[in-house]
C-alpha cells in the first residue's frame, strides 16, 4: 500500500508562485509517474498535470506554460511547480499515485489565490 504525503500550498497573491510536493512511502515503493488533481468549490475534481513512466508530462489548458510537474526518484517525492498563478487556481490540490483505479490519494492541500 503507498501512502502519500502532500506538502506546500497556502495563500498567494496572484502572480505569485507555490510548490506542492507529494512524499510516498510503503513497502518497495518506488514512483514511476504522478498525477495531481484539483477541486475547485462546487465543481468537479479536474486532472491539472500528469507525468508518465516514459517522463511524458501532460497539462490541462488552463494552466499550460504556468505548471511544471516533475519527480524525485531518489526521494520518491512528485512536486507541482505553480507560476503566475490566478485566482481561478484557487482549490484544493491532490496527488495519485500509481495511475490506476484505486492507486493511493494524498491528503490534499488548500491553494488560495487571492490579493
Known amino acids: 500500500q503507498v501512502q502519500l504525503l502532500q506538502s506546500g500550498g497556502g495563500l498567494v497573491q496572484p502572480g505569485g508562485s507555490l510548490r506542492l510536493s507529494c512524499a510516498a512511502s510503503?513497502?518497495?515503493?518506488?514512483?514511476?509517474?504522478m498525477a495531481w488533481y484539483r477541486q475547485a468549490p462546487g465543481k468537479e475534481r479536474e486532472l491539472v498535470a500528469l507525468?508518465?513512466?516514459?517522463?511524458?508530462?501532460t497539462y490541462t489548458a488552463s494552466v499550460k506554460g504556468r505548471f511544471s510537474i516533475s519527480l524525485d526518484y531518489a526521494k520518491n517525492t512528485g512536486y507541482l511547480q505553480m507560476d503566475s498563478l490566478k485566482p481561478e487556481d484557487t482549490a484544493v490540490y491532490f496527488c495519485t499515485y500509481p495511475l490506476v483505479p484505486g492507486g493511493s490519494w494524498g491528503q490534499g492541500t488548500q491553494v488560495t489565490v487571492s490579493s
Open positions: 507525468i508518465s513512466p516514459a517522463n511524458r508530462t
Open positions: 510503503g513497502s518497495s515503493v518506488s514512483i514511476t509517474a
